[in-house]
């Protein structure tokens, strides 16, 4: 994109992920001011150029009141993800699934989204390059899936793959300039991946600035005509 983003919102900059994306934003665009959120995490860092706020995506009338305080923003990258906690970890088979576990995939990976676009369309629509993005994961790929296994996450991030590229089909005549991505982060090393990084193949496990760096460029580069796409860090289109 050829415009350079002003405002900016991270939401789930608490994270390994977010928290690095949040820092290569800053880099990158010396003059953005960045609105990031955290939720049970302590805010990581200051920084006068970020603006934090306490944030629970699963709750609809928050997101909605925090953007109503919002006239035009640039960019929108949703770095929330779940996939273990204290109400377990991904299944190894179908009769470990629990529909609660399920639930709370979706509620995590997938509606936060959805809530985001309907409450930030009208700000977006105000950019003159408006860019929603969000981490999903390569795992909620249908065709790519030989291994199995992990009901509930993949189920979250197909899902949150179909509201991405519905959403960018709406966008083409609501925001026509503007750009809807979902993305692949690789395997990093976070809080998120820390109980299944023993089968990483050696340098598969990436430090989420490298990830966060490859993120803005990649997003920088995008234009509308790419919107509804499943990028990997690398720049690589993956198959939904
Ligand atoms: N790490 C990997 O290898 C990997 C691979 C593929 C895809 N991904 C995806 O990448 C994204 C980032 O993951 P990560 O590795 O950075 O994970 P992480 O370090 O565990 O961070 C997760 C983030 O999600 C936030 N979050 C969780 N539930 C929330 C809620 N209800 N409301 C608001 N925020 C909430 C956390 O906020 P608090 O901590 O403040 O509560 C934290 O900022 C996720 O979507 C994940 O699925 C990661």
């Not at 999903?136 to 899902?159: C, F, M, P, Q, T």
């Not at 179909?162 to 503007?178: D, F, N, Y």
Request: proline share 7%; net charge neutral.
């Amino acid at each position: 994109m050829a415009e350079i983003p002003q405002r900016l919102i991270v939401v789930g900059a608490s994270g390994g992920i977010g928290q690095a994306l949040t820092r290569a934003l800053l880099d990158e665009f010396p003059a953005a001011q960045i609105y990031a959120t955290h939720n049970r995490s302590a805010i990581p860092f200051h920084h006068e150029r970020v603006d934090w706020r306490q944030l629970d995506v699963v709750d609809p009338d928050a997101i909605e009141t925090w953007a109503a305080a919002f006239d035009r923003v640039d960019w929108i990258i949703n770095c929330v993800g779940f996939l273990h906690g204290a109400q377990g970890g991904p299944e190894k088979n179908i009769r470990s699934l629990e529909p609660e576990f399920l639930l709370d995939n979706i509620k995590i990976n997938t509606l936060p989204s959805l809530l985001l676009a309907r409450n930030f369309a009208a700000p977006l629509k105000k950019s003159p390059a408006p860019l929603l993005a969000t981490i999903s994961a390569r795992v909620g790929s249908i065709e790519d899936n030989r291994l199995g296994g992990w009901y509930s996450y993949r189920i979250s991030k197909a899902a949150l793959n179909m509201a991405l590229k519905t959403l960018s089909i709406e966008w083409r005549h609501s925001h026509p300039r503007g750009c809807v991505a979902a993305l692949h982060p690789g395997t990093n090393d976070t809080a998120l991946s820390k109980p299944f990084q023993a089968n990483v193949p050696p340098g598969g496990l990436f430090d989420p600035s490298y990830t966060a760096t490859s993120f803005v460029a990649l997003l920088s580069r995008l234009d509308p005509s790419q919107s509804g796409q499943f990028w990997a860090w690398d720049g690589s289109k993956l198959a939904w």
